[in-house]
C-alpha cells in the first residue's frame, strides 16, 4: 500500500493490514488447505493491498464440522438465551468501539466513502446486532387445546417449540460487506444457530476483523468460522454441504437461483435477498426539486451499489423535463474521488469487473437509442470510477429498464396517469423495493397495495429499520430478514402432544 494511503487510516488498520490474514475455523486461524490466495484490490487505484486465504471444499468442510461440533456438542446450545443476548451485545459494543476502523478498511476495499463507512454500515450493525440480542430471549411457542376427533374421551397437553435449525451458511455480497455479515450473524445466533459465513471474494477483510471481534467478545470458537474464498469454489461447497441445514444469501438472482439448485439435494433451508431494480415514483404533486434530490439519493448512494437502489425513475409527464433536469445537474455536480478523501461525493466501482459491467449498460442503452441526460461512461484511468450517469429516451422493453444494472446508472421515463405508473413500475422480474414521491394521501394509500414489492417507501427511499422485514417479491428473493420475521428462518416449529 502506498505512503500516501498508510497516512490516511487509523494506526489500528494499518496494524491489521499487516498482519497475515487468516481464515477463522474453530478456535484457530488457518491458511487455505493448498495453500492457494486471492488478492484484495483497491477500487480507487486497482492496486493490490492484502491477499487472503482462498478457501475451498476442503476448507468448508473443516469450518462446517467445527460448526456442527459447536451446534451440537460444544456451548452454545446449553447456553441460556441471557447469556447469548450478553454475548451478542458485546459484539455490539465491540463492532461500535472498532467501528472507525472497520470504516476504514471497507472502504479500502469496497470504495466506498469512510464517512457513510463509518455513519451507514458500521452504525446499522451495531443498531441491528442489539436489536437481534434482544430476541434470544423471545423466542417463544404456544399451548394448543387440540380435540383429536377419533378419541374423542382422550386428553392431551400439546404446544410448540422453535428449535434452532443448525448450521447456517451465510453466503453475502460486496456492497455492504460487514453489515451483511451482521445481518446473517446476528437472528442465527439469537435463535442458537452456529454459522459458517462467506464473505464475497471482493471484499473479505472486514469479515476476517469481525471474526477477532467475535473472540474479543466471547463467543465460544466454533459458533462463527469464517472462510474467505470464491463463490464457486468456496460458496458452491457451502451451498451443498450435507451439514449445513440452512443457506442465509445475499446476492445475485443468478447466483440465488444456482444456491438454491444446489441446496434442493438436502433439502437445506434456503433464504434468499436477491437483485432489483426499484422504480422511484414521482407524482404530478410532488415538489420536483425535493423529489429530484430523493432520486438522485435513491441511485447515487453507494455508487448505486445496493439492492434497492432507485434505478428506475418514473415522473408524471408534466413534471417529466423539470425533474430530469434537475437530477442531470446534481449528477454532474458530484465530484468522484476514493472513499478515503472526505471531498468526494462518489467512490468508485467495487471492481474493474463491475466497473465495464455497468459501461457496457450504459453502452446497450445508447445503442438502443436512449440519450445521455449526464455521465456516460468510467472517469479517468486509475481506478474503477463511472459518471453518475442518467439515461432519457428510453423505452420499457430495453435491457437498461429491464435488467439490474448495480452501478450509479438511472433511467428516467415520463408517465401519464397512476394505472399507467404501476403497471410500468411492477413491470420488470424484481419486486424488492420501490418509492411514491407525493404528498397526496389518497392517491399514495391507494397505489401502495398495487406495488409489487417487499418495501415501498413514501417520500424517501432504501430507509432501512432492524425492526422492519426486509425482502422481495418475486425474482427478489424467498423469506424476511430483519424484524421478528428473521427468526422464523433460523428455527424450525417442533409440535409436542402429550397424552394426559
Ligand atoms: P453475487 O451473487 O455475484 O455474489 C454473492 C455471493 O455469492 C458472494 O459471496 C459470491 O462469492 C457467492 N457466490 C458466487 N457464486 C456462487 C455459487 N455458485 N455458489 C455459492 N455462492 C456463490 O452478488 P454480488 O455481485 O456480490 O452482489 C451484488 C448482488 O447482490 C446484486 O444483485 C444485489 O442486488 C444483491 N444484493 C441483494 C441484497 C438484498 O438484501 N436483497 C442486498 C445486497 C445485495
Known amino acids: ?49 492484502a491477499q487472503v486465504p482462498a478457501g475451498k471444499a476442503a476448507d468448508v468442510d473443516r469450518a462446517v464440522r467445527a460448526a456442527r461440533a459447536a451446534f451440537e456438542e460444544g456451548p452454545w446450545p446449553a447456553m ?10 458485546a459484539l455490539a459494543d465491540k463492532v461500535e468501539a472498532n467501528a472507525q476502523e472497520l470504516a476504514e478498511l471497507e472502504s479500502l476495499d469496497n470504495g466506498k466513502s469512510v464517512m457513510l463507512a463509518r455513519h451507514v454500515d458500521m452504525a446499522m450493525a451495531v443498531d441491528f446486532l442489539r436489536y437481534m440480542a434482544g430476541w434470544a430471549t423471545k423466542i417463544e411457542g404456544a399451548t394448543h387445546d387440540v380435540s383429536v376427533p377419533f378419541i374423542p374421551q382422550a386428553k392431551f397437553f400439546a404446544w410448540t417449540r422453535r428449535e434452532p435449525v443448525g448450521v447456517v451458511g451465510a453466503i453475502i455480497p460486496w456492497n455492504f460487506p460487514l453489515l451483511m455479515a451482521a445481518w446473517k450473524i446476528g437472528p442465527a445466533l439469537a435463535a442458537g444457530c452456529t454459522v459458517v459465513l462467506k464473505p464475497a471474494e471482493e471484499t473479505p477483510l472486514t469479515a476476517l476483523r469481525l471474526g477477532q471481534l467475535i473472540l474479543e467478545a466471547g463467543i465460544p470458537p466454533g459458533v462463527v468460522n469464517i472462510v ?26 443468478a447466483v440465488g437461483k444456482l444456491v438454491q439448485r444446489a441446496a434442493i439435494e438436502n433439502m437445506t433451508r434456503v433464504s434468499l435477498e436477491l437483485g432489483g431494480k426499484s422504480p422511484v415514483i414521482v407524482l404530478d404533486d410532488a415538489d420536483p426539486a ?4 430523493g432520486a438522485a439519493q435513491a441511485i447515487f448512494f453507494n455508487q448505486g451499489q445496493v439492492c434497492t437502489a432507485g434505478s428506475r425513475l418514473y415522473v408524471q409527464k408534466k413534471l417529466f423535463d423539470k425533474v430530469v433536469s434537475e437530477l442531470a445537474s446534481i449528477a ?36 438502443q437509442g436512449a440519450k445521455v441526460a449526464s455521465g456516460g461512461g468510467r472517469s479517468g484511468e486509475k481506478g474503477y470510477f463511472v459518471k453518475p450517469t442518467v439515461l432519457v429516451d428510453v423505452r420499457q422493453d430495453m435491457r437498461v429498464v429491464q435488467e439490474e444494472i448495480f452501478g450509479p446508472v438511472v433511467v428516467a421515463l415520463p408517465y401519464d396517469d397512476i394505472d399507467e405508473a404501476v403497471r410500468l413500475a411492477n413491470d420488470t422480474p424484481y419486486g424488492l423495493g420501490a418509492s411514491i414521491w407525493s404528498n397526496d394521501l389518497a392517491r399514495v394509500h391507494r397505489m401502495i397495495p398495487r406495488i409489487k414489492a417487499g418495501t415501498v417507501w413514501v417520500n424517501c427511499h432504501s430507509m432501512l429499520d432492524a425492526s422492519l422485514p426486509f425482502g422481495g417479491f418475486k ?15 433460523f428455527t424450525e416449529t417442533k409440535s409436542v402432544m402429550m397424552a394426559v
Not at 460458496?235 to 442465509?248: D, E, R, T, W
Not at 425535493?290 to 434530490?293: C, E, K, L, N, T
Open 475 to 489: 425474482q427478489s428473493g424467498i423469506g424476511r430478514e430483519m424484524g421478528r420475521a428473521a427468526l422464523d428462518m
Open 290 to 293: 425535493q423529489a429530484a434530490v
Open 80 to 89: 441460556s438465551p441471557v447469556q447469548r443476548e450478553r454475548l451478542l451485545l
Open 332 to 367: 454532474n455536480a458530484m465530484k468522484l474521488g476514493p472513499g478515503l478523501d472526505p471531498a468526494s461525493e462518489l467512490g468508485p466501482l467495487v471492481s474493474e469487473v463491475q466497473r465495464d459491467r455497468v459501461c457496457s449498460y450504459i453502452d446497450s442503452g445508447v445503442g
Open 228 to 253: 474467505t474464498g470464491l463463490g464457486e469454489t468456496a460458496g458452491a461447497a457451502l451451498a451443498s454441504h450435507p451439514g449445513v441445514a440452512k443457506i442465509a444469501f445475499t446476492g445475485s438472482t
Open 1 to 49: 500500500m502506498d505512503m500516501t494511503t498508510r497516512h490516511l487510516i487509523s494506526d489500528a488498520a494499518n496494524a491489521f493490514l499487516a498482519a497475515p490474514k487468516r481464515m477463522l475455523i474453530g478456535a484457530d486461524w488457518v491458511d487455505a488447505a493448498d495453500g492457494a490466495q486471492l488478492d484484495v484490490r483497491n477500487p480507487a487505484t486497482g492496486e493490490v493491498f
